[in-house]
DNA sequence: CAGGCGTGGAA
DNA sequence: TTTCCAAGCCT
């Protein structure tokens, strides 16, 4: 039986053994090739929510861009947004880019190097100012993420609770972890520890039995999460509205307008207002999730005539956009997916010639 | 403090 | 097929 205690957590074996799991264990990551506080920072900000598999790719295509603050500080706000189309949370990169311009015009284009100062930047918060400044900086200060949270959760056997208890849990957690990280490589330790919770410490099946500090563990797995909302579905349809001009094609398209909160001024395919489409003018359907909403998508061939009539209530504004133009246009994530597929766009993963296009 | 904010892929 | 997310932050 593990102590509750956190002062018999015998910090220091538990330290040791984190470490040298995790130098053998480590995934090898581009943000993990080197120390520098910009890439470290871009690639936290990508990570949010967001799956590692995914921001991989990412992260190299958005350095390879805007390899330093002052290059993207220099940067249109669109430019930035069509670079990340596809990763969602596009709150995320409008306050990425603003708090470049900060760094560039009032920090002579360096960045804070402790967490105090870090955190006082728009887009992060604790847990991303405590992982900068950790893994670039060595400062001696615990991150914790939501894999942390559920390490040291099955680690002290705490249930999560709601309401005030979880801001009272919360505090416990943060006293553990500030407990337990390690002086002396604060960032290794810290990224230890997610990278525990991300490939052992799973949120469903544990791999206790590989788990460097299992026999720290009160639990060895039982882990009750927070109950979430339910999924609804809802079905659309869209417009694939596409033309010939001076032998260039082109895809008729809507800019969202920025007053709404759901991904404002990003483009996308103009909104049928008829979710039912004739066999005969499906082009395709798609599934997209957005929030907690399921959406069953029909893509509708339309002509340049019947789009006015066909639409729903014009919500933004529409242009013509070519083919080559697209890469470079903040798309919403179901736009890039369908446009992909009609092989308008070329897909951007993995891909050298889409990082050109831009 | 609860609710809003995206996405593609695993289970 | 449908659910459930994944290295949070802001208001």
């Known amino acids: 039986m593990a102590p509750s205690n956190p002062r018999d ?38 990570l949010q929510q967001t799956r590692v598999a995914v921001v991989i790719d990412r992260h190299r295509v958005f350095l390879e861009r805007f390899p330093t603050v002052d290059a993207l500080a220099c940067a249109a706000e669109e430019d930035v947004l069509a670079l990340w ?3 969602g949370y596009y ?8 708090a470049a311009i900060y760094v560039a015009e009032n920090l002579n284009g360096r960045m804070p190097t402790t967490s105090a100062e870090l955190r006082k930047l728009p ?6 100012a405590a992982a900068i400044a950790s893994i670039a900086h ?9 894999n942390v949270e559920r390490v040291l959760c099955r680690l002290a056997g705490w249930e999560a609770s709601s309401g005030s208890g979880a801001t009272a849990l919360r505090k416990k957690i943060d006293g553990l972890a500030s407990e337990l990280v390690d002086p002396r490589r604060p960032g290794d330790f810290n990224q230890g520890m997610m990278e525990l919770g991300a490939t052992v410490c799973l949120p469903r099946n544990p791999q206790c039995l590989v788990c460097p500090i299992a026999e720290h563990c009160v639990t060895r797995g039982e882990h009750k999460a ?22 260039e094609r082109e895809v008729l398209l809507e800019q969202r307008p920025a007053s709404v909160t759901v991904m404002p001024g990003m483009w996308e395919l103009p909104a049928l207002g008829n979710a039912d489409v004739p066999e005969e003018h499906l082009r395709m359907a798609v599934r997209h999730a957005i929030m907690q909403v399921n959406y ?15 639409a729903g209530p014009a919500a933004g504004k529409r242009r013509w956009v070519r083919a080559d133009e697209l890469a470079g246009l903040p798309l919403t994530g179901l736009a890039r997916k369908v446009l992909t597929r009609a092989h308008l766009l070329v897909a951007a993963s993995g891909s050298k010639a889409a990082a050109m296009l831009l």
């Open 9 to 46: 957590w015998n910090a220091p074996a538990l330290r040791a053994r984190l470490l040298k799991w995790y130098e053998a264990n480590q995934r090898e990551l581009p943000w993990r090739q080197n120390k520098d506080p910009y890439s470290i920072w871009v690639s936290e900000i990508m």
């Open 85 to 87: 189309s596809g990763l």
């Open 91 to 98: 709150r995320r990169a409008r306050m990425l880019h603003q």
């Open 123 to 128: 887009g992060i918060g604790a847990y991303t």
């Open 138 to 146: 060595d400062e001696r200060v615990a991150v914790v993420d939501g």
């Open 226 to 247: 927070a109950p979430r909302a339910r999924m609804v579905s809802r079905e659309i349809a869209h417009a694939l509205c596409v033309q010939t001009r001076r032998g």
């Open 296 to 310: 069953f998508v029909r893509i509708r061939d339309v002509n340049e005539d019947e789009v006015t009539e066909l």
